[in-house]
């Protein structure tokens, strides 16, 4: 029937928007923790890489874009907020909703500025977590 | 006949125009010492509608709120709230208890409970694609 299809095409639909989930699981659901990484570790990782480094290398600076626009978006909102409502309660809200806009917005910024779009940003993390855990159990033997 | 019929009806707009509002007039004029210190806002708006249209301005001044000597602003016939923002200091005197008293009744208490819960259910919800978008950069 058309609709056992559909419903494993649902299926695989929401597999891939939690995939993000099986990374927590690399990294905290193992017997064993993984050791926590450095930004030297990563920033060795991303010379030594030529595929995915500069992938990782984009998506760790598109960070700042995005903290850049929770702050103005915070800045923006709590402000008018603030001088033009009197209830405190109303000021935090506004602050905080204006953050999550504005890192929304910045995180779009930087997709286009870096052309994030163009590339595995899972698959970079990915590629990471397994060049750590080859690092890892090769020099502490673990 | 023609121009004085457009007279007549150009002046029956502007009588009915006038006591269609009037009662809407006169309710917050009414109404301005029924409110505690918590709804300066609306008597400001209500001193604001008078000056514009009857010019009793001074009005709201001789209700018990008079002591907190509310400005108003210079410019503009409407303001989106009071002109007074939140850093100037606030009459430190308590209000009149409203929750303490008021028995939890069904209707409020379901309506109350569902505003919460579509807080939160909206929070649950929304939280699903931002942890999908900045999880990945916040990865590694």
Known sequence: MGIGEHFEGVKQHWARNFAFLDYFKKVYGRDQPLPKWSDADVEEFIASDPVYGPQLKALRESRKFALGGALAGAAHLGGVAFKYSKSPHGVVLATGFGALTGAVLGSEVAEHWYELYKMDKQGANLRFIYWWEDKVSGCCLS | ?140
């Open chain 2, 1 to 140: 006949v023609l121009m004085i019929l457009v007279l007549l009806c150009a002046g029956m707009d502007k009588y009915h125009s006038s006591t269609r509002f009037a009662p809407l007039r006169d309710a917050p004029f009414a109404l301005r010492g029924a409110f505690g210190t918590s709804n300066s806002s609306f008597n400001n708006m209500d001193g604001l509608r008078h000056s514009s249209s009857i010019g009793q301005a001074r009005s709201y001044t001789s209700s018990p709120l008079g002591a907190l000597r509310q400005k108003m602003p210079p410019s503009g016939n409407r303001s989106l709230h009071t002109s007074r923002p939140l850093s100037t200091p606030v009459a430190n005197r308590p209000l009149s208890p409203h929750l303490p008293l008021k028995k939890p009744q069904l209707s409020a208490t379901f309506s109350i409970s569902h505003r919460i819960f579509g807080a939160a259910l909206g929070a649950a919800i929304i939280s699903i694609p931002l942890a999908t978008r900045f999880g990945v950069m916040f990865e590694v």
